[in-house]
């Protein structure tokens, strides 16, 4: 079953790799394991990565933490992983002012925020796969990818998985849940609705056995795990 994979980077890092010692994620290697589990047959064939560039003024470690996204993204490249890149919007905004959990928001009391927004990303990965299923309805049947599979949690991709659905009714349609095991979370059931199979999971023990090495090849130089991941 040939197999092409669309991951929200963001949900991917904050659902299942914040946090954690795991972060030089083999992408490739994790997700082809995950998609043979469910089904032997399985055959990656396309691995697509979407995200947005760190802003340092924002970011925990500042310069180290873009460095170290460019770093992962070089060596996502090096094994063959398409990578789309967004962009964040960050504008002045107001909210209503947080009091206490008992004291409801109020639009009659707002505070001034830096209102930071992910652009673009979304709709790239929901128009990416619908594209790749339309554009292929002229190549030999044999050529075609026979199965979708999303990684993200996020309900926001609810529209495009049921236009797939419908328009693409032969299409095997997989989510992954980007959660690990020891977080208890349900399924969103827009989602599931639209879903052939659902991996509600990544176990700690599939995270620890799918890392890149500490010095990944590319045809420049070398990506080498951050120093503190």
Do not use: C
């Not at 770093?71 to 063959?80: C, D, M, N, Q, S």
């Not at 700690?204 to 795990?225: C, G, M, Y």
Request: no cysteine; charged share 25%; net charge neutral.
């Amino acid at each position: 079953m040939r197999t092409a994979f669309f991951i929200d980077g963001y949900n991917l890092y904050y659902g299942l790799l914040a946090g954690t010692p795991y972060k030089w994620l083999d992408l490739p290697a994790l997700l082809t394991y995950v998609s043979r589990i469910q089904n032997p047959t399985s055959e990656t064939i396309q691995v697509n990565y979407f995200t947005s560039p760190v802003l340092p003024s924002l970011a925990t470690r500042g310069r180290e933490s873009k460095e170290a996204q460019d770093t992962y993204i070089r060596a996502l490249k090096a094994r063959g992983v398409v990578v789309s890149l967004g962009k964040h919007r960050l504008e002045h905004g107001t909210a209503p002012r947080y009091v206490d959990k008992h004291t409801p928001a109020s639009r009659q009391d707002k505070v001034d925020i830096w209102d930071l927004e992910e652009k673009q990303t979304d709709v790239s990965l929901a128009i990416g796969m619908y594209r790749l299923l339309a554009k292929q309805q002229n190549i030999p049947a044999e050529e075609r990818i026979e199965q979708i599979i999303l990684v993200s949690a996020d309900t926001d991709m609810t529209p495009s998985l049921k236009a797939i659905k419908e328009d693409f009714p032969d299409i095997q349609v997989g989510i992954i849940l980007p959660h690990r095991e020891d977080i208890d979370r349900g399924v969103p059931g827009s989602l599931q609705n639209y879903a052939s199979w659902v991996r509600k999971y990544i176990k700690i023990d599939e995270l620890q056995a799918h890392q890149f090495p500490n010095r990944v090849p590319t045809h420049k130089k070398p990506a080498d795990k951050p120093y503190y991941w």
